[in-house]
């Protein structure tokens, strides 16, 4: 009924929700920062809650009429905590920069020192990037990987954090394939006098599911997007210790942002609920299986995998010895519908924009239900694609074979034939 209506008012953007929806499902969708969230929170997202103001928290709103609003904020603080064990959990956040904006804020001033993961080796922007407000609000130190293990160096960070005496030090990254240990972080920041901030945008999935040591016994301020591993709706959360929870909501509202999204809000507490299921953690489980299949099948073909291989749901992909560059592996794998992102690798020679490596991740593809046989077959397409270059008849056969694995996991099945039969009646 939704999406007639949708057609009938505005058949353009029908049309490009319909087109991506097809394109979600007709492509093998690697991007280790993607996930297909469920149908229960595309509909918690598609609500009336959207109309409503409800700036401040629940039972201490700035509007009237919060009541039901309040219910499903309450539920989700509630979720969230039962999952990750925090004192205090603010739910508002609209995205993971909107959170990590609030974060520092609450743990220092802007002109302070912090510290994070470089861009190049796996940080994120947000992690004091100098084009970010992260790097522009703040004096920046950047750490970076060992260049022998290209893993994290706690000896390394702990010498840049006495030397500099940061007021926060940033664990957590993007492109990051190994263990994190936050409580070695921990000490280092101890000993220094920082704060820790924990950014585990890409992890949260894992850490829900005991999967990754959890950094939340021992950060002061702990950030996650909710649509990455999660599997929940676009936005963020932010978890505190309880001295920081006044100084924290007060940060989000009214410091760096107006009204809540409720719509996004209530869609966090179903993917919450649905995290809390045994479903969800065996799904964390085959999401490291497939990533650990895919690791192990891409070496077997010559490929290197920076650091070595993967403890998580992604991996790097150094391509140098297969002579292509991030940037035109990203575009060959595109052609066969195989989405992927290209990466600097720890010591790019290459600049970010054509770098030497691709990211891959298993998150998206394990909800769709596919195991170690079909991380091997794609390890497989992979290394045709980069074989055959501009070889046309190659890529086409590749494509095929991309299409006849697609259909046989489907995605969003329902919603595609719905919008399928409008489109057809006109
Ligand atoms: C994805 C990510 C973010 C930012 O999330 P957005 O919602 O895109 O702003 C922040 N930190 C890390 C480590 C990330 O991977």
Do not use: W
Not at 165 to 193: L, M, N, T
């Amino acid at each position: 009924m939704n999406s007639r209506l949708l057609f009938e008012t505005d058949p353009e953007i029908f049309d490009a929700i319909f087109k991506e929806t097809s394109r979600q499902h007709t492509n093998l969708e690697l991007i280790a920062s993607e996930n297909f969230c469920s149908e229960a929170v595309l509909a918690a997202l598609g609500s009336v809650l959207t109309n409503k103001y409800a700036e401040g928290y629940p039972k201490k709103r700035y509007y009237g009429g919060c009541r039901y609003v309040d219910l499903a904020e309450e539920l989700a603080i509630q979720r969230a905590k039962e999952i990750f064990g925090c004192d205090h959990v603010n739910v508002q956040p609209h995205s993971g920069t909107q959170a990590n904006i609030a974060a520092y804020l609450t743990l220092a001033n802007p002109g302070d020192t912090i510290m994070g993961l470089s861009l190049t080796h796996g940080g994120h922007l947000s992690h004091g990037h100098p084009i970010n407000f992260s790097g522009r609000y703040f004096k920046v130190i950047h750490y970076t990987l060992n260049p022998d293990t290209e893993m994290l160096d706690y000896d390394l960070i702990r010498k840049l954090a006495l030397e500099h005496k940061p007021r926060v030090i940033v664990s957590g990254a993007s492109a990051y394939p190994r263990i994190i240990h936050f409580d070695k972080f921990q000490e280092i920041c101890d000993e220094v006098g920082a704060a820790q901030l924990a950014d585990i945008a890409h992890i949260a999935g894992l850490v829900a599911a005991g999967l990754h040591p959890s950094p939340v016994p021992y950060a002061d301020i702990v950030t996650t997007t909710t649509h990455k591993t999660l599997r929940g709706p676009r936005g963020a959360i932010i978890m505190c210790k309880a001295k920081y929870a006044e100084e924290l909501d007060k940060t989000v509202f009214p410091g760096t942002q107006g009204g809540p999204l409720e719509h996004c809000i209530a869609a966090k507490a179903v993917a919450f609920k649905e995290a809390l299921t045994p479903q969800f953690k065996e799904y964390q489980q085959q999401t490291v299986k497939n990533a650990r299949a895919l690791a192990e099948a891409l070496t077997k073909r010559g490929f290197r995998l920076c650091s070595g291989g993967t403890d998580n749901h992604l991996m790097l992909v150094d391509l140098r010895s297969k002579k292509i560059t991030g940037r035109d592996a990203e575009r060959l794998l595109g052609k066969v519908n195989i989405t992927v992102n290209r990466n600097t690798i720890p010591f790019d020679p290459e600049k970010p924009f054509i770098a030497s490596g691709i990211r891959l991740g298993t998150p998206a593809l394990t909800t769709r239900g596919m195991k170690e046989t079909e991380m091997e077959k794609i390890a497989e397409l992979i290394d045709r694609t980069i074989a055959a270059g501009e070889n046309e008849t190659e890529l086409e056969k590749i494509k095929a074979e991309v299409r006849e694995m697609v259909e046989a996991f489907p995605l969003y099945a329902e919603r595609r034939n719905e919008y399928q039969s409008i489109a057809k009646e006109g």
